[in-house]
């Protein structure tokens, strides 16, 4: 019992963990979903490209994804960076993109506060700059700027800055075939593993410490020495009875927030849109603010964060299929009949109902900066905490990010 380690979720956060735990202990992975790899999930039609409904870019060099994306032999392709906007029925493309963005973020001081919402009202910039800014931080960290952390934007950006953060990267193979690396790798090293098992609470007052479970309506109890929490933090807010922890904590946990996303991937029989591998189209649409293109094949993906995102969440897959296709026949000038003729199969996933989710993944409010920091920090070397909410360079939202918190909690843990 001394030598095991309970690593709750399967995410890549968990099994970054469990990897690195199993050379020195025996580890047991709970996970409530019948699958591992969590907010990762890559789907194929047939013999099609890798389709990703979760997470699907290798945003710059960050050393730790790098280290297993090396170890495991795969392989990786970059995504151009050309941008695009679609403006008042124009597509034209923005060569300065990064900078027309620079030109607002940089202007973030280090010593106040505030939304980023009240940020952007108190700049003089060009209402274009500002759109852009704000459909970013939407977007990208899936966060409502009346909510959103001026500083936690700052920090982000400035950690996405140090590694290359603007390049795009995907495993060609999918990221999937990383999941299956980390499980093979796992497997062989004696991890066990308990599908479909749902974490109802955590109590770690004494050794062992006894996790709650259910598992086809019966409940029963895991036991371990050691507990890494490497759950979602939606459900670690809502769904698990955690005790006991200092009010301090408690306040960390449910300081961040989740925030929504709606991405569907679109596979076509033909193209219909001016530029293979186009890079990223802004669109000043009412549904999806990104559009992107695969190099592998005739495939976009629309991508509406924060509250498009919501909105979009709340409707089934035909009503948002049906925005999709109505957004890119604006976009590209093509007859939606004909777009919908050469459309083979769509895909999507709602994470915001998933239960084993809630939200696609966390952002830091306005007066939460510290929050992820303490929300990692152990306790009394029984309980540890990984996932992107986790993450100390404030790459929330990323697998970098998650794979980052599953290398430190495994240190924290094997240093006990």
């Known amino acids: 019992m001394e030598n095991t380690v309970l690593v709750l979720g399967g995410g890549v956060a968990g099994l970054t963990a469990a990897r690195e735990l199993s050379r020195q202990r025996r580890v047991k992975v709970v996970e409530a979903r019948p699958r591992l790899g969590g907010r990762i999930q890559t789907v194929r039609c047939g013999n099609s ?50 900078e027309q963005l620079s030109a607002v973020t940089d202007e973030i001081g280090c010593n106040e506060e505030s939304t980023f919402q009240s940020f952007l009202e108190s700049l003089r910039k060009p209402k274009e700059q500002e759109k ?7 977007g990208f960290h899936a966060a409502p700027i009346q909510e959103a952390s001026m500083q936690g934007i700052r920090e982000s950006e400035e950690t996405a800055e140090e590694i290359g953060g603007q390049e795009n990267l995907r495993i060609r ?29 955590i109590d770690w007052r004494k050794r062992p410490v006894r996790v709650g479970v259910r598992k086809n309506g019966t409940f029963s109890e895991i036991s371990g020495y050691q507990v890494i929490v490497a759950l979602p933090l939606a459900v670690l807010q809502r769904n698990i009875k955690l005790q006991p922890l200092p009010a301090g904590r408690m306040d960390a946990v449910h300081a961040l927030r989740m925030g929504a ?42 991508w509406a964060g924060g509250p498009k995102g919501e909105r979009l969440a709340a409707q089934d897959s035909k009503f948002i299929e049906h925005r999709a296709l109505e957004s890119l026949s604006k976009i590209f000038g093509e007859k939606l009949p004909r777009i919908r003729e050469v459309l083979l199969s769509s895909h999507t996933h709602n994470w915001s109902t998933d239960r084993f989710s809630m939200g696609a993944y966390s952002f830091i409010p306005a007066g939460a900066l510290d929050a992820p920091k303490e929300l990692a920090r152990p306790e009394a070397g029984a309980i540890f ?6 993450d100390l360079e404030y790459q929330l939202g990323t697998v970098h990010g998650a794979v980052a918190s599953g290398f430190r909690a495994a240190r924290e843990a094997l240093q006990h």
């Open 385 to 390: 905490f990984a996932g992107e909410a986790t």
């Open 132 to 138: 852009l800014a704000k459909d970013f931080v939407e």
């Open 261 to 302: 996303v709606t991405k569907i991937v679109l596979q076509f029989a033909a193209r219909f849109w001016p530029v293979p591998n186009f890079g990223f189209v802004h669109a000043d649409d009412p549904w999806f603010q990104t559009w992107w293109a695969d190099e592998r094949g005739d495939v976009l993906t629309g």
């Open 49 to 98: 490209i890798p389709l990703e409904l979760g997470a699907e870019f290798v945003h710059g060099r960050a050393p730790e994804l790098q280290r297993l994306i090396k170890a495991s032999g795969l392989t990786t392709h970059r995504v151009p960076d050309r941008h695009w906007k679609f403006r008042q029925g124009e597509l034209t493309e923005l060569p300065d993109f990064w």
């Open 173 to 201: 193979l999918g990221y999937g075939s990383l999941v299956a690396y980390l499980e093979n790798e796992c497997r062989s090293a004696g991890v066990e593993f308990y599908p479909g098992t749902e974490v109802t609470s």
